[in-house]
């Protein structure tokens, strides 16, 4: 009874969610070359046209190599195009594929919770939390990539959990060939999104163990090879090149810190096209603001210091090297880590919260 409730839970949020975004598509008369939040979009648009007009194989991806994004267009817009290519060239797919990663994310989450032994009370809030969050459902209509990178780190997380329990050799190889894959679709669509699901793994939902130092490798052998196929970088001297950017200002650090966990003040939001609402952001600052009163708030974050730190690092520190050359610290960059550290930091109180449902 309880997998049947939360299968219709979501089933019941992605109906929601494509009525609201059906709705924002016709109402604000969407479609190739308009943006809903911004620029970004227009380059994820035109690459998945790319892969939809010249194919999915080599040729078609080498032909990205040298061009201006040439590293992260091998991500997210190939999966568009893979959608194109089955369902035929439509603004819409965008829409149709994100509710697919919803799909199979939500229901990674919830086994996930479950997984930490968390009550199925905080897996529902997980799964709603994760289906409403402002920066991610805002996503659902455009070709920004933020809730796709959320989805993504959900499901290769499950993915490390399902394959071990594969009943056939198969099944295995295919599960595999799944994450693998997936790995590859992150890592050209957001590098540093791929430490921030290691760091989840080590820290939070698995234990630090030789094999997942050997995943790692294995990931990070997998994307650098491809790279060199494709005549780009490789992603260890990306990281390196991006990293060697950084310059340390202890008190900006602390100011972009707070400024990525607390965010912008609603009122400096009020004219800004950001695509989130203000009243939105000011209701869950008084949330988090009320959360710094609570003890529990405290409990989890001293139990959980480690993964903490960890998504602080792989989450944080990019963005704020990035911040040296533009304004990069907000709601939607701290969207990467938000929907795990409400879980994290809030499970207890959650879990206090009158939530009513059938146990049978």
């Known amino acids: 009874m309880r997998v049947k409730q939360i299968h219709l839970l979501i089933f019941g949020l992605i109906a929601l969610k494509v009525l609201y975004a059906l709705t924002r598509y016709y109402f604000e008369d969407l479609g190739f070359g308009i943006y809903v939040i911004g620029w970004d979009e227009g380059v994820w ?34 999966l568009v195009g893979i959608t194109h290519f089955i369902l035929g060239l439509s603004y819409l797919n965008v829409l149709w594929l994100k509710m697919l990663l919803f799909l199979l994310a939500a229901k990674g989450l919830y ?7 968390y009550s199925i009370k905080i897996a529902y809030f997980g799964v709603i939390f994760l289906a409403i969050y402002e920066p991610l459902i805002k996503s659902d209509i455009s070709y920004m990539r933020d809730d796709v990178i959320v989805y993504l780190i959900i499901i290769l997380l499950w993915l490390i959990q399902v394959i071990p329990m594969a009943q056939s050799i198969l099944l295995r190889i295919f599960s595999i060939t799944i994450f693998l894959f997936l790995s590859y679709i992150l890592a050209f669509t957001r590098p540093f999104a791929l430490l921030v699901m290691v760091s989840l793994q080590i820290f939070y939902f698995g234990h630090i ?54 965010g912008p003040l609603p009122w400096n939001m ?79 109180l959650l879990s206090k919260v009158k939530f009513d449902y059938n146990k049978s």
């Open 209 to 262: 163990r030789f094999k997942y130092f050997v995943l790692i490798g294995l990931i990070i052998l997998f994307i650098d090879q491809i790279t060199l196929y494709f005549g780009l970088f490789d992603l260890v001297r990306y990281g390196l090149g991006f990293a060697g950017r950084y310059e340390f200002h202890p008190i900006d650090q602390i100011f972009l810190i707070f400024k990525y966990y607390i």
């Open 111 to 117: 086994s996930l919770i479950i997984s930490k032994r």
């Open 270 to 348: 009020i004219g800004i096209d950001s695509g989130i609402n203000p009243l939105w952001y000011g209701v869950t600052l008084i949330l988090i603001l009320f959360g710094f009163t609570r003890k529990e708030f405290y409990h989890q974050l001293f139990i959980n210091w480690k993964v903490i730190i960890a998504l602080f690092i792989t989450g944080c520190l990019p963005y704020i090297i990035s911040h040296q050359q533009v304004d990069a610290v907000g709601p939607r960059q701290f969207a990467m880590v938000g929907p795990f550290l409400f879980i994290i930091l809030y499970n207890e």
């Open 45 to 78: 648009q035109k690459g998945s046209i790319y892969f939809f007009e010249n194919g999915l194989g080599l040729d078609a991806m080498k032909g990205f190599a040298g061009t201006e994004a040439s590293f992260l267009l091998l991500g997210w817009p190939y």
